[in-house]
Antibody
Framework: QVQLVESGGAVVQPGRSLRLSCAASGFTFISYGMHWVRQAPGKGLEWVAVAWYDENSKYYADSVKGRFTISRDNSKSTLHLQMKSLRAEDTAVYYC????????????WGQGTTVTVSS | SYVLTQPPSVSVAPGQTARITCGGNKIGSKSVHWYQQKPGQAPVMVVYDDSDRPSGIPERFSGSNSGNTATLTISRVEAGDEADYYCQVWDGSSAHYVFGTGTKVTVL
């Protein structure tokens, strides 16, 4: 079945780096755009970044641009999010989500991985 | 940047109809998508492209979009519909995906 499994969440100090991963299975990974969406404790959803099937098409939210890098390894059906210069406001559950083909929406979501930025 | 505004909460009795609005400038010219999120769970898409339903989503969930307001309608509300609901669009001018502020639906 279609599945997304995130990993890599941790407690990290402000200013440090962290890399999240999302393992995809049950579908042809290269055919889909892939997103990261986050949710701070008690808050709403915030889109973070998207990587389309080719490495040249990536977009970022203003809040993370220049600090976060989204990448994908199509040979391993894996999505990554490299996060640098982490701030307290980056504390959130990070979800990996699949973009629905032909639609600017997200049709499959992982269960999320938790990032806590605290000294 | 593009802003989507939702009411913080909507309360509805079982069997009645819940309507959740999503306001945005000329949102009628965009495709609107809706997600349901229950406590401790990942979001689930319930409506896409204004009014289409993914497979497995009950017909009780429907959507509309016109002018400056999109609406998610839940007919014959059940206790299991209690959740947070978010609208979402793609803002081509900024190349950003945008989520609404979210609405908590309480079933009385």
């Amino acid at each position: 079945q279609v599945q997304l499994v995130e990993s890599g969440g941790a407690v990290v100090q402000p200013g440090r780096s962290l890399r999240l991963s999302c393992a995809a299975s049950g579908f042809t990974f290269i055919s889909y755009g892939m997103h990261w969406v986050r949710q701070a404790p008690g808050k709403g959803l915030e889109w973070v970044a998207v990587a389309w099937y080719d490495e040249n098409s990536k977009y970022y939210a203003d809040s993370v641009k220049g600090r976060f890098t989204i990448s994908r390894d199509n040979s391993k059906s894996t999505l990554h999010l490299q996060m640098k210069s982490l701030r307290a406001e980056d504390t959130a559950v990070y979800y990996c989500a699949r973009g629905k083909i032909g639609v600017d929406a997200m049709d499959v979501w992982g269960q999320g991985t938790t990032v806590t930025v605290s000294s | 940047s593009y802003v989507l505004t939702q009411p913080p909460s909507v309360s509805v009795a079982p069997g009645q109809t819940a309507r959740i609005t999503c306001g945005g400038n000329k949102i009628g010219s965009k495709s609107v998508h809706w997600y349901q999120q229950k406590p401790g769970q990942a979001p689930v898409m319930v409506v896409y492209d204004d009014s289409d339903r993914p497979s497995g989503i009950p017909e009780r969930f429907s959507g509309s979009n016109s002018g400056n307001t999109a609406t998610l309608t839940i007919s014959r509300v059940e206790a299991g519909d209690e959740a947070d609901y978010y609208c979402q669009v793609w803002d081509g001018s900024s190349a950003h995906y945008v989520f609404g502020t979210g609405t908590k639906v309480t079933v009385l």
